[in-house]
């Protein structure tokens, strides 16, 4: 089939790729004439394990363009897919959909035939009626389906989600872009994945109301862990004493410095936002993302325990920023509030981080980037383990740390207690 992706970010070249790797003829395009122009040199924008080869597979077999021609794009194409982004909107908290409307008004323009437009964007309910509607008077008249298929890839893990999909949700109600879809993804629900239809609207629905319950579920798993602390308990055999119960599910049941990425904090805070429009309390959202809040308050907190209340010329080295492993992405990283509120109180911070150096993170002065980890970690009074990266896990730390008094504050609980006493390391969990 014909495809293009209308927006080249994490989500669209991802899918734009693997839907080329199942054999489909795709175009990537996007307004970023650089993003283009470094993809149609090798270059790939976003840090996503095995994406590399992947484009480059399929570009080699000529079955994947990038384009910076949108309009071309959209009229060599059966099938597009919307899939730019969607940022909260900071005076309603909403979804800001001007990207797609602005990509539906294109789309209009360039309308030559039968089509489907399938919005892969994370838009609130009732956005394909008004993508539908700014295609009505569409100057060649042709037909059109207006699909809703959320997608749900984790950043790290896409490849994987997209190839072995819990479930494929499309939404509409017409049956030849429902027989078209199906046949779209055939080669990956064959693998005993749910294909799921139901209304445009449902669709929509479905996308927000699972990262609401995603990012609910680790508010409240946080929140056990904070109860553990007090009490003398660990909250990993509560996530596994739980987990273990089929209704409720081991996933997503682990303590961390609360969550963050470019989906949960703001779908989170664009269902409650919307459904007030609807004149919907969605109080338990709310409750979560209040919860998630508090997160780095709780955390400065017990930092402030650890270094016994001081602050002053402390030296704190971070062992990665991003908000989770196997990204470069910090949008809403924890870290992004909390190292503000360390070097406020005084504090000296060194990262290091697997992707590089953070602009986000380069407007700080007592904040400095480290090539190694041993460099982050050299004058450290404090080790903070902020992202899981598997480089971290079996690090040498007695031989690291030398025989320094150095304290290590494991915010993703990757180390075991019992082996940091062993090694006479002074160490603090999450929960435990
Ligand atoms: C996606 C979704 O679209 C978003 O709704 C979802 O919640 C998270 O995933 P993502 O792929 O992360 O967003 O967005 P981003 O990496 O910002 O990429 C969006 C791309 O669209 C950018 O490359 C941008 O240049 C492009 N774009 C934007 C267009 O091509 N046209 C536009 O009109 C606007
Ligand atoms: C999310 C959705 O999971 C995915 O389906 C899609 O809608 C895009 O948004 P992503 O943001 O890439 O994916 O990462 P995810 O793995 O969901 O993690 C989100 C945040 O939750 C991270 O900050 C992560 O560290 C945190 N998290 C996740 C926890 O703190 N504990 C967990 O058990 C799982």
Same mark, same amino acid.
């Given at each position: 089939m014909k495809l293009c992706m209308i927006g080249t970010g994490y989500v669209g070249l991802v899918t734009g790729t693997c839907f080329s790797d199942i054999g489909n003829d795709v175009i990537c395009a996007d307004v970023d004439n650089n993003k283009i122009k470094n993809l149609n040199l090798g270059t790939i924008p976003i840090y996503e394990p095995g994406l590399e080869e992947m484009v480059k597979r399929n570009v080699n077999q000529g079955r994947l363009k990038f384009s910076n021609d949108v309009s071309d794009a959209i009229r060599k194409s059966d099938i597009i897919f919307i899939c730019v982004g969607t940022?909260? *909107?900071k005076k309603t908290n909403e979804a800001d959909l001007k990207y797609v409307f602005q990509v539906a008004r294109k789309i209009k323009f360039n309308l030559n035939k039968y089509k489907i437009i399938v919005n892969?964007?994370?838009?609130?309910?009732?956005?394909?009626?008004?993508i539908e509607s700014i295609l009505k008077r569409n100057k060649f008249k042709s037909k059109y389906d207006v699909v809703s *298929?959320?997608?749900f890839l984790r950043e790290?893990?896409?490849?994987?989600?997209?190839?072995?999909?819990d479930r494929v949700v499309i939404g509409t109600k017409s049956k030849k872009a429902l027989k078209i879809m199906r046949s779209l993804y055939l080669p990956i629900i064959k693998k005993n994945s749910r294909f799921?239809?139901?209304?445009r609207r449902g669709?929509?629905?479905i996308k927000y109301a699972s990262n609401a319950f995603l990012a609910t579920k680790i508010s409240f798993i946080n929140e056990m862990a904070n109860f553990c602390e007090e009490s003398d308990i660990n909250i990993e055999d509560i996530s596994v004493g739980m987990g273990l119960d089929q209704r409720i599910g081991e996933r997503f049941l682990r303590a961390g410095p609360g969550y963050g990425g470019s989906c949960f904090p703001k779908d989170t805070r664009a269902i409650v936002s919307l459904a007030k429009r609807f004149k919907v309390?969605?109080?338990?959202? *709310?409750?979560?993302?209040?919860?998630n809040k508090n997160r780095t308050k709780i955390l400065f907190n017990r930092i402030l325990k650890i270094v016994n209340n001081k602050f002053k010329n402390k030296s704190i080295a971070f062992l990665g920023v991003t908000f989770k492993a196997n990204t470069d992405d910090m949008r809403e990283s924890p870290c992004l509030s909390l190292i503000p509120a360390l070097i406020s109180k005084g504090a000296k911070i060194n990262y290091y981080e697997p992707t590089g150096q953070k602009k986000e993170l380069d407007k700080y002065k007592n904040v400095t980037f480290s090539k190694k980890v041993s460099d982050a970690t050299k004058k450290a009074d404090l080790i903070i383990v902020h992202t899981e990266? *598997?480089?971290f896990k079996q690090l040498n730390l007695r031989k690291l740390l030398k025989n320094k008094k150095v304290i290590v504050y494991d915010m993703r609980n990757i180390y075991s207690p019992e082996k940091m006493k062993k090694i006479g390391i002074k160490y603090y969990g999450i929960g435990r």
């Amino acid at each position: 089939m014909k495809l293009c992706m209308i927006g080249t970010g994490y989500v669209g070249l991802v899918t734009g790729t693997c839907f080329s790797d199942i054999g489909n003829d795709v175009i990537c395009a996007d307004v970023d004439n650089n993003k283009i122009k470094n993809l149609n040199l090798g270059t790939i924008p976003i840090y996503e394990p095995g994406l590399e080869e992947m484009v480059k597979r399929n570009v080699n077999q000529g079955r994947l363009k990038f384009s910076n021609d949108v309009s071309d794009a959209i009229r060599k194409s059966d099938i597009i897919f919307i899939c730019v982004g969607t940022p909260t *909107n900071k005076k309603t908290n909403e979804a800001d959909l001007k990207y797609v409307f602005q990509v539906a008004r294109k789309i209009k323009f360039n309308l030559n035939k039968y089509k489907i437009i399938v919005n892969k964007s994370t838009v609130p309910v009732t956005t394909g009626d008004k993508i539908e509607s700014i295609l009505k008077r569409n100057k060649f008249k042709s037909k059109y389906d207006v699909v809703s *298929n959320p997608e749900f890839l984790r950043e790290g893990e896409a490849i994987r989600d997209f190839v072995v999909p819990d479930r494929v949700v499309i939404g509409t109600k017409s049956k030849k872009a429902l027989k078209i879809m199906r046949s779209l993804y055939l080669p990956i629900i064959k693998k005993n994945s749910r294909f799921f239809s139901t209304s445009r609207r449902g669709a929509e629905l479905i996308k927000y109301a699972s990262n609401a319950f995603l990012a609910t579920k680790i508010s409240f798993i946080n929140e056990m862990a904070n109860f553990c602390e007090e009490s003398d308990i660990n909250i990993e055999d509560i996530s596994v004493g739980m987990g273990l119960d089929q209704r409720i599910g081991e996933r997503f049941l682990r303590a961390g410095p609360g969550y963050g990425g470019s989906c949960f904090p703001k779908d989170t805070r664009a269902i409650v936002s919307l459904a007030k429009r609807f004149k919907v309390n969605l109080s338990i959202i *709310n409750s979560a993302i209040k919860s998630n809040k508090n997160r780095t308050k709780i955390l400065f907190n017990r930092i402030l325990k650890i270094v016994n209340n001081k602050f002053k010329n402390k030296s704190i080295a971070f062992l990665g920023v991003t908000f989770k492993a196997n990204t470069d992405d910090m949008r809403e990283s924890p870290c992004l509030s909390l190292i503000p509120a360390l070097i406020s109180k005084g504090a000296k911070i060194n990262y290091y981080e697997p992707t590089g150096q953070k602009k986000e993170l380069d407007k700080y002065k007592n904040v400095t980037f480290s090539k190694k980890v041993s460099d982050a970690t050299k004058k450290a009074d404090l080790i903070i383990v902020h992202t899981e990266w *598997n480089e971290f896990k079996q690090l040498n730390l007695r031989k690291l740390l030398k025989n320094k008094k150095v304290i290590v504050y494991d915010m993703r609980n990757i180390y075991s207690p019992e082996k940091m006493k062993k090694i006479g390391i002074k160490y603090y969990g999450i929960g435990r």
